[in-house]
């Protein structure tokens, strides 16, 4: 298929000779409940799976889970719970919530601190390479001695150091050689979990905690790594940084994917601006099928503006899929076979995975069928087709 890669900003072709397509996708620091940014990115790659599953591939779908994180801590310490009680509940009922939306699991979810000994091991390779040093209990990642570094965010140095300040870097850390250079490995704070390690007990920094689970569950090299566009730097750009020299095999991933942000009335949906919609309550009043469906009835990587008229638009092309289904048939006329819309939507997937135009091809069928069932055409085979191709975008309850 083609697919738009952020590292190298264009339309590449990318094909499976092994057939197998392995997926890693950043997952949720389970602390809160599910909201639509959540929902989006597993709607998306849940889709991506199944469309290549629909082409015979076999899809090695992994997803991290970071239970080790300062608002998960944060979270524990104002509830008064365990950090691991929360995060483990919190994960179950992510889970939960993704189920209604028919996402399927992923083959692991793999929690960041069953991979600690993984973590330290591939820090330690990074220190024997030059590429990090360790100073008074932690170990930092120095960012001049990857020349490429920060290639996939397309700016120069500034423009690098603001973002990355922006998301939470500390630019001022005495410690470090250079603003740029990322945690590897941090001392803990006196009430938060520490492991025992070569540079004194503490606890990873989040970067490493992704490239260390792709490579230990994927291999050297990922097909697809997917999440959402905020974490294209720092967070990417680190793994990428991390895996190649830890590895030796580049590049890390064959094609990075993003999806856009959700935002609500024009502004981006998050926990610090209290604007968030959540999933359950958007399922209170709508279908799964029809969450699914305003999803990804915006293109993937751009932004996805939530309105209940987008949701309500989507549960009428629900109801105008199951009309075609249902729609009573007397099969005297000639077989409508839907050629011209099935192609149409496996054609709109095939080209840098256009949901929008999938979902238009999948309306243009439904109606047709209704159609010609009503013209006295037969329409069993159509019929199939809508089902299969429903089944491709996750609206499981249709049928
Ligand atoms: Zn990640």
Redesign the pocket.
Known sequence: MRLYNTLSRRVEELSFPSGEVKLYV??VTPYDTSHLGHARVAVVYDTLRRYLEFRGLRVRYVQ?V?DIDEPLFERARRDGVDWRTLGAQQTQRYLESMARLHVAKAEFYVPATSVIPQMQAVIERLIAQGYAYAVNGAVYFQAAADKHFGAIAHTDYAGLLAMANEMGNNPHDPHKRDPLDFVLWQPSQPDEPAWPSPWGAGRPG??I??STMATEYLGPQVDIHG?GAD?IFP??AC?IAQAEPATGVAPFVRCWMHTGLVALGGTKMSKSLGNMVFVDDVLAHYSPDALRLAILSYPYAEPFEYTVERVAQAEQHVQTMRAALLAPTDTTGKEFDGREPYAQFLQALEDDFDTPRAILALVALAQAITQAAAAGQGVAAARQALRDLSQVLGCDSIL
Do not use: K, P, R, S
């Open positions: 950043c997952g991290n970071t989040w970067h905690e992704c999440g974490l967070h990417h793994e």
